[in-house]
């Protein structure tokens, strides 16, 4: 069983909006924190954002900021990717990852234990 499971992703046409979710298959987060990265064909694993569940603080990409936001509703045990302004160049499969332990750092994807399976984002130009 995956433990992430992302939705939200499809095709859009550049300076369109898309809002992905990433939940806990069991239904219950038990993270320390939650990320969102991003591969693209035939380019690495890139770092978006991430945040800290229990405090709701928030890492970005520089490259990303002020179009993606990351958030996250505790109630519903789910984290979202919102990303405006979207740019061919955004185009990738997106991926929530997940850390249960303290330490490590918010930006690389080998600190983090648990990942989904991935949603596809498409920008049309």
């Known amino acids: 069983q995956v433990p992430l499971v992302e939705s939200g992703g499809g095709l859009v046409q550049a300076g369109g909006s898309l809002r992905l979710s990433c939940s806990a298959s069991?239904?219950?987060?038990?993270?320390?924190?939650v990320a969102w990265f991003r591969q693209a064909p035939g380019k690495d694993r890139e770092f978006v954002a991430a945040?800290?569940?229990?405090?709701?603080?928030?890492y970005s990409a520089d490259s990303m900021k002020g179009r993606f936001a990351i958030s996250r509703d505790s109630a519903k045990n789910t984290v979202y990717l919102q990303m405006n302004s979207l740019k061919p160049e955004d185009t990738a499969v997106y991926y929530c990852?997940?850390?249960?332990?303290?330490?490590?750092?918010?930006?690389?994807?080998?600190?983090?234990?648990?990942w989904g399976q991935g949603t596809q984002v498409t920008v049309s130009s």
């Open positions: 945040i800290r569940l229990s405090s709701g603080s928030t």
């Open positions: 990852a997940g850390r249960r332990g303290l330490g490590g750092s918010y930006y690389r994807s080998d600190d983090y234990d648990y």
């Open positions: 069991g239904g219950t987060f038990s993270y320390n924190r």
